[in-house]
């Protein structure tokens, strides 16, 4: 089985308009695709698409909620100009914790069929239950996974929606590493990172993970709440969900405006011989 398990840490360091930084324990489920039905099968306290203390619902992902979320993936994949015959297709998130998820980004890491990482689809959740895709290709050549896109997508109260993301994966046979930066006018603004083991999945493994970090998805709902409550403290400008999402809209609509050119005055005709001027 290829489905595994990913212990590690999370970090955010804001370096505008309000320095503040965290981190902390985080564990991710690791899951192929192509085994999601054996995974469900295999492990007496995580399931698919039925109540457990883990469970994966393929209606948790996706901008329309899924229903065959390997089906939807791969279809996504050729709108996107790809053949994903043979594709390995990783999805890297947080599953429903006794009934609760709360997903602030998932991970599609998406192999060809010679193991290359050719694409990594970026999902991306807010707290007023918004989701959003970015589907990424690698814009540098070496063993790491480089890529970039501009924002469009509404995820903090304490940062605006101008600006442009740099993404880094490094998904080695140990350890996967994820590295998210936000620019805006060539200065950073944040800075996060995922710092995360492999562990092999298994029912001690599982249960290990109840007992010790239980209520995962809920903690981290909970600490978005908390470090939102600090910042607004430091004097954080709030903005708020509706009026951000439409100055956004506004300001890229106007950007898509083509440019009106004035038009040029008639030329004076030019006098006809004999008449007096």
């Not at 193991?115 to 814009?139: A, I, P, Q």
């Not at 710092?195 to 903690?219: D, F, G, K, W």
């Amino acid at each position: 089985m290829r489905s595994h398990l990913l212990v590690g840490k999370v970090r955010h360091r804001r370096a505008r308009p309000v320095e503040y930084a965290l981190e902390h324990d985080v564990f991710y489920f690791a899951l192929d695709l192509a085994e999601l039905d054996l995974v469900g099968r295999s492990f007496k306290l995580l399931s698919r698409n039925r109540r457990n203390g883990f469970e994966f619902r393929d209606t948790d992902h996706w901008p329309q909620a899924a229903t065959d979320i390997r089906a939807t993936v791969l279809a996504h994949l050729r709108e996107q100009g790809e053949d994903p015959t043979g594709w390995r297709i990783m999805l890297v998130t947080n599953l429903r914790t006794l009934g609760y998820v709360f997903n602030p980004a998932s991970f599609y890491l998406c192999r060809d069929s010679a193991g290359v990482l050719r694409r990594v689809v970026v999902e991306v959740h807010n707290t007023h239950l918004e989701r959003h895709l970015y589907s990424l290709t690698t814009e540098a050549s070496g063993k790491a996974f480089v890529s970039s896109m501009e924002k469009d997508f509404y995820v903090s109260p304490f940062i605006d929606m101008e600006g442009r993301y740099s993404v880094h994966v490094s998904d080695e046979p140990s350890t996967l590493k994820i590295a998210i930066n936000e620019r805006r006018d060539d200065q950073p603004v944040i800075s996060t990172s995922l710092v995360l083991e492999r562990r092999r999945l298994s029912n001690r493994a599982i249960l290990r993970l109840l007992v010790t970090r239980p209520l995962m998805t809920q903690r981290t709902m909970a600490l978005i709440h908390v470090h939102a409550w600090r910042l607004w403290r430091r004097g954080a400008k709030f903005h708020r969900h509706g009026a951000a999402v439409a100055e956004f809209a506004a300001r890229r609509a106007q950007e898509a405006r083509p440019l009106s050119v004035p038009a040029m005055p008639s030329p004076t005709p030019a006098p006809t011989a004999g008449v007096a001027q």
